[in-house]
Nanobody, 127 residues
Framework: QLELVESGGGLVQPGGSLRLSCVAS????????IGWFRQAPGKEREGVSC???????HYTHAAKGRFTISRDNAKNTVYLDMSGLTPEDTAVYYC?????????????????????WGKGTLVTVSS
């Protein structure tokens, strides 16, 4: 059974950068589409970025131009490199995985329920 663990969150000043990691265990990540989602205090969860099995990427409005998603199947890890962080990026960031045939655009739009989730990592952007 696939399990996901996020790491890399923490406190960062506005304008700073962080790299989040989503490490899988139990099964290989090959064949799994991965999405990064976030939930800010008092707000609905939103999609941030998603990556296909072949490395194709999609970014929502929350991430475009500032975040980069990538995957290293050999390390069973998906990354989210974030830069230009603002206080509005403060949230718990989750990675999730699916083998479904939906597009990564559909996955990021949360039009489909992802079957595997990590427990999240907290990112706080504050001076």
């Amino acid at each position: 059974q696939l399990e996901l663990v996020e790491s890399g969150g923490g406190l960062v000043q506005p304008g700073g950068s962080l790299r989040l990691s989503c490490v899988a265990s139990g099964r290989s990540l090959e064949g799994w589409k991965i999405g990064w989602f976030r939930q800010a205090p008092g707000k609905e969860r939103e999609g941030v970025s998603c990556i296909s099995t072949g490395g194709g990427t999609h970014y929502t409005h929350a991430a475009k131009g500032r975040f980069t998603i990538s995957r290293d199947n050999a390390k069973n890890t998906v990354y989210l490199d974030m830069s230009g962080l603002t206080p509005e990026d403060t949230a718990v960031y989750y990675c999730a995985a699916t083998r479904a045939l939906f597009s990564i655009q559909t996955i990021c739009a949360q039009l489909y329920g992802m079957p595997v989730w990590g427990k999240g990592t907290l990112v706080t952007v504050s001076s």
